[in-house]
């Protein structure tokens, strides 16, 4: 490899990722170039991979990956706020058009050109990525890559909890123990203070990750009746209800588990039918998130302060050169121990 290419990782058919050599990319007026150390490996990357779901660009050959973190390697110029040599995450979504409605009221995530890095554009499985200085947050010295490349993911869950009327003394119901779940619930216990956190899953080992992480009871999904078991640790119905599964017989049930005026916050895109008839006669708050705009400087100050614990979700790293196997192991049937993986360069 010489100075002028760098390696990449693309995914060149579903579920085959090759190791290639591209071009060095330029840094322009306004740009930050990042010499990425570490990459997380996401729920939303899997269906690029795989080639299902909501893949805006399932035959085009792009780098994968979105959670990137590593060191600052050349600013553009009008850029002077940053330093060679500074560790940084990314955010990912690196387009918005800058002068629709939505990006002009601050919220560039619903702008309809967005475009996000590793299934839209290129992604972050490469040792040099350019983005423009909006997408780059600075990181404490002391912040580990591990940590670090779970800033988006937690980063988008506060944003979705932004979007929660706040309740004091909340009873809360996660459902899913995924990375998001995991995130979500740190939050809830930490940050909101709920009086109840039940987190529901299938994995006994994430089940133990989330007593561990905060939760106050957790209810595996495997052994009982969900909508029973739940509703036995929370008489009346829980006030804020978390679909983080992704899984539709799971998404039917939440509004069964909200309390009368509870509010249900859907994470994960959903196919499942909306109960309306339920949702009438609750009076539920249905919200839907997406995105992260404004919350990435928060996540990365709780996890800087030791509030929420994002390496602990770490279980597997892999070299650049063994991405294939990163992503296998995000899509295994048996997930075992695994919570997620992280690829380093
Ligand atoms: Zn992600
Ligand atoms: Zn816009």
Known sequence: MDRDTIRAVVRAAPRVLELRELPAPPVGPGEVRVRIRAVGICGGDLHYFEGRGRVTNPNRALVVGHEGAGVVDAVGPGVADLRPGDRVVIDPQVGWCGHCDHCLRGARHLCPRRVDMGYMTDGACRDLVTLPRACVYPLPHHLAWDAAVGIHGLAATVHALEQVPYRMDASVVV?????????????????????QVVAVGRNAGRLALARRLGAHEVVDARAVELVDAVAALTPGGADLVVEATGA??????????????????????????????????????????????????????????????????????????????????????????FVKAMVTL
């Open 248 to 337: 539709q017989s799971v998404q039917e049930r939440a509004v069964d588990l909200v309390a009368p005026r509870g509010t249900v916050l859907t994470y994960s895109p959903g196919l499942a039918a909306i109960p309306f008839e339920q949702v009438v006669r609750k009076e539920v708050r249905l919200v839907g998130s997406t995105g992260v705009t404004g919350c990435m400087r928060t996540a990365v100050r709780l996890v800087a302060a030791g509030k929420v614990d994002t390496a602990a979700l770490v279980t597997d790293r892999y070299p650049l050169t063994e991405t294939q196997a990163a992503f296998e192991a995000a899509t295994a049937d048996d997930k075992g121990g």
């Open 175 to 195: 459902l899913g123990t995924g990375p998001a779940g995991l995130y979500f619930l740190q939050l809830l216990a930490a940050g909101w203070a709920a009086r």
